[in-house]
């Protein structure tokens, strides 16, 4: 049974951090493009940073380049998003991806409030 379960969201105040996890199982995690995305109420999911099977290749969105991080542990099947800087604007729910080829599977979402 595919699995991904994010942790790591919460309340944080404007400048402040946050590591968001994602464990995967059920799968063979090695094999698949690992991404984070976020929505925010009203608005469309909108895919935040992506990362390659490998970990050598990553991309992000222009509103988070030099803000975000991701990074993955293939040993450990798991993904994570470095959140420094953070900005109201940045409050949303995080979803974790996984995609190969015809494949996509989505986590449950963690909640992120970037508020004073």
């Known amino acids: 049974q595919v699995q991904l379960v994010e942790s790591g969201g919460g309340l944080v105040q404007p400048g402040g951090s946050l590591r968001l996890s994602c464990a995967a199982s059920?799968?063979?995690?090695?094999?698949?493009?690992m991404s984070w995305y976020r929505q925010a109420p009203g608005k469309e999911r909108e895919l935040v940073a992506a990362?390659?099977?490998?970990?050598?290749?990553?991309n992000y969105a222009d509103s988070v380049k030099g803000r975000f991080t991701i990074s993955r542990d293939n040993a450990k099947n798991t993904v994570y998003l470095q959140m420094n800087s953070l900005k109201p604007e940045d409050t949303a729910v995080y979803y974790c991806?996984?995609?190969?080829?015809?494949?996509?599977?989505w986590g449950q979402g963690t909640q992120v409030t970037v508020s004073s």
């Open positions: 059920g799968f063979t995690f090695s094999s698949y493009v």
């Open positions: 990362i390659t099977r490998d970990g050598g290749a990553t």
């Open positions: 991806n996984a995609k190969r080829v015809q494949y996509k599977y």
